[in-house]
């Protein structure tokens, strides 16, 4: 069994920052492919960001591609998504998930464990 728990959300203005955690515990051997989803009102829940532990890589969605970071520290078991740039068209409610699977893409039926979400608001 897997327990994640995100933190860090909260209102950001536009053109500010935030940055979540997710918090992995449990049975985990590492925190390879774990990755971050966004459910907005009334629209389905989106792959926002993910790390491939097999060789490092990320993906990021084409909607925060050069303005979101995600990173790991292998140490803690946690997860960061550093949101830059940050848009009204941001909030959500934002997911930590992890998956056992060596994916190479995001594929939400996949990830097995999920957090319980943490809002975030973008507004003036």
């Known amino acids: 069994q897997v327990q994640l728990v995100e933190s860090g959300g909260g209102l950001g203005q536009p053109g500010g920052s935030l940055r979540l955690s997710c918090a992995a515990s449990?049975?985990?051997?590492?925190?390879?492919?774990m990755g971050w989803y966004r459910q907005a009102p009334g629209k389905e829940r989106e792959g926002v960001s993910c790390i491939f532990g097999h060789d490092g890589s990320t993906y990021y969605a084409d909607s925060v591609k050069g303005r979101f970071t995600i990173s790991s520290d292998d140490a803690k078991n946690t997860v960061y998504l550093q949101m830059n740039s940050l848009k009204p068209e941001d909030t959500a409610v934002y997911y930590c998930?992890?998956?056992?699977?060596?994916?190479?893409?995001?594929?939400?039926?996949?990830?097995?464990?999920w957090g319980q979400g943490t809002q975030v608001t973008v507004s003036s």
């Open positions: 998930a992890r998956t056992p699977f060596s994916i190479t893409t995001m594929v939400t039926s996949l990830f097995g464990s």
């Open positions: 449990g049975n985990i051997f590492s925190i390879d492919y």
